[in-house]
């Protein structure tokens, strides 16, 4: 894990779910996976879209050519631990598919125009993945 992202981890969980520099006031959560090779727990923080019962997040890798180690962590092991704010929430990830997908991450786009650059840099289709309370 990088440094970078160490450092927000570490705020994130001694400020009970606040980031300050440049992710002040974004929605974040941290997202732990197991590992799809290692089988070892893997934390990574993520920018998140509320959708009522469900927080989306979005597999952007910042417009890289590939999809980010963590989703393939999630298509691997579905089942996922995320912090949001002080809870710790045991989640069932799932990547949306067709017109939901394109819908989400069009909302996405409209409140974080920045995605919108992730997606002109890369031909792939940046996945966007439904976290749902387990249980």
Do not use: C
Not at 32 to 53: F, I, M, N
Not at 57 to 68: L, N, Q, R, V, W
Not at 97 to 121: H, I, L, N, T, W
């Amino acid at each position: 894990m990088s440094d970078f992202n160490q450092q927000i981890i570490e705020e994130f969980r001694a400020s009970g779910g606040k980031v300050g520099g440049n992710f002040e006031g974004v929605p974040m959560l941290l997202l732990t996976t197991t590992g799809a090779k290692s089988g070892q727990p893997r934390t990574s923080p993520l920018v998140y879209l509320d959708d009522g019962d469900r927080w989306l997040i979005f597999a952007s890798a910042a417009g890289a050519d590939h999809h980010p180690a963590w989703y393939h962590n999630i298509v691997a092991h579905p089942e996922v631990t995320i912090e949001v704010g002080p809870d710790r929430i045991h989640a069932i990830a799932v990547p949306l598919e067709g017109a939901e997908r394109d819908e989400a991450y069009a909302r996405q786009v409209a409140v974080m125009p920045g995605f919108g650059d992730y997606e002109k840099k890369t031909d792939r289709t940046i996945p966007v993945i439904a976290l749902t309370r387990a249980g």
